[in-house]
């Protein structure tokens, strides 16, 4: 009964060393959002809010100099 905590342990000690020392962004996981022109005529006519939201998120994204 006492090797099954001691072998999780261990692999809990182990697992735990796997993390990644990459430094984080602003910009990580944003992509800047380009519809088609014909796409964007069709959400201006049908979606006005969601057009806006899209520009917002691009112009955050440019703000923050994601691209």
């Keep these: 009964m006492i090797r099954c ?5 261990l692999l ?3 697992i735990s060393g796997c993390q990644t020392a990459t ?3 602003a910009c990580d996981g ?3 959002l380009t519809p088609s022109l014909a796409t964007s005529v069709v959400i201006l006519q ?3 809010p969601f ?4 520009a ?4 955050f ?3 923050q100099k994601c691209w």
């Design 51 to 54: 057009a806006n939201q899209v």
């Design 61 to 63: 994204g440019q703000s």
């Design 23 to 25: 430094p984080q962004s």
């Design 30 to 32: 944003w992509q800047k």
């Design 12 to 14: 809990c000690a182990l």
């Design 5 to 9: 905590p001691l072998l999780m342990l």
């Design 56 to 59: 917002a998120h691009n112009k």
């Design 46 to 48: 049908a979606d006005r």
